[in-house]
């Protein structure tokens, strides 16, 4: 379109990391209505946005070598931007034509991820989350939902590492709760959604409700897919995950349970956390590199969960 103002928006490869910063993005789309986007992202993170309005290209970089970034370079130098936005801190902006560039930042102590991306762009206010789901992507999603009744309650198990890993039972006996005839869902559904690698955690947690208000996902969405999912949902309940930043980037109230993790960095935001004993310091004490076979998450008890999520829900009804 002659006379555009493009924007090239270089995503994270990191796909829970692109969802903290997409607020950012959607500000962007909503304050300039007549700006084209090329999205740049990794083979995990470029699907996130392929339902960006006035998507105009979604360019897939499979690795960040010296090559990639010259592959790069070369599909997008012809065009004269009118802002680059690069969120991985390279020097790409430096031999492109354009009139604006917003950068990587380096985090302010106590910073979360969000404000970080906000600042990178240099707004003044911090807008949250968002990940944009067309009209297909929503049909393709209630083809799998079955028609029914009542508030559904959405849970994500699912983490990259068993030290973040809240014992499924737990979360059984949370949703249950919640579901239960003197429950603030009763007669809802429980929705479950992750990979298909979370099918022992999902197994244990539909035994929550009675087997025709279960609706269960696990393995059956793309990520994309799962924030048009999760938006139907009255709570999602997770733990430190991408599925957790789905469901903030979907508008749904989040709670989730966090122990060897920075929430400060990463809770759900506008969310709650809920905290094991242990500070992230006392974690690391234990495991210097946050990276051992440990259950890290056994000091959290159900019933503290279960008071934030009534919290919660009594407070955004």
Partial sequence: MPGAYRIL???????????????????????????????VGSPDSAPLFADLPRLERLIVMDAEGAGDWFALWQQVRAVDWGLVVDLRGSTLW????????????????????VQAAARAVQFDETPPPRLYTSD???A????LIPPGDGPILAVGPGVDWMGKRWPAER?????????????????GRLMIVGDET???????????APRKRVIELQGKLTPLQTVAAVRRARLFLGADSLWTQLAVASGVPVLAVFGPSDD??????????????????????????????????????????????????????
Avoid at 140 to 143: L, M
Avoid at 171 to 187: H, I, N, Y
Avoid at 264 to 269: D, I, L, T, Y
Avoid at 271 to 290: H, I, S
């Fill in 264 to 317: 400060a960095w990463k809770g759900p935001w506008g969310g709650v956390t809920v905290r094991g004993d242990r500070t992230l310091d006392e974690y690391r004490a234990l495991d210097p590199k946050l990276n051992q076979a440990l259950q890290h998450m056994s000091d959290l008890q159900a019933d503290r969960v279960l008071k934030a999520a009534k919290t919660l829900l009594a407070k955004t009804n």
């Fill in 171 to 187: 979360f059984a006996k949370v949703a249950g709760a919640l579901l239960a005839d003197d429950g603030p869902l009763a007669g």
């Fill in 136 to 138: 297909e992507t929503e």
């Fill in 94 to 113: 430096k031999r492109l034509k354009r009139q604006k560039r917003a950068l990587k930042v380096t985090p302010n102590p106590g910073e979360h991820a």
């Fill in 9 to 39: 928006y270089v995503a994270e490869a990191d796909p829970e990391a692109a969802v903290l910063s997409s607020g950012a993005l959607a500000y962007l789309v909503e304050a300039m209505p007549r700006a084209r986007f090329t999205v």
């Fill in 198 to 208: 979370d099918r022992d955690e999902a197994h244990t947690i539909r035994l929550a």
């Fill in 140 to 143: 393709q999603v209630a083809e």
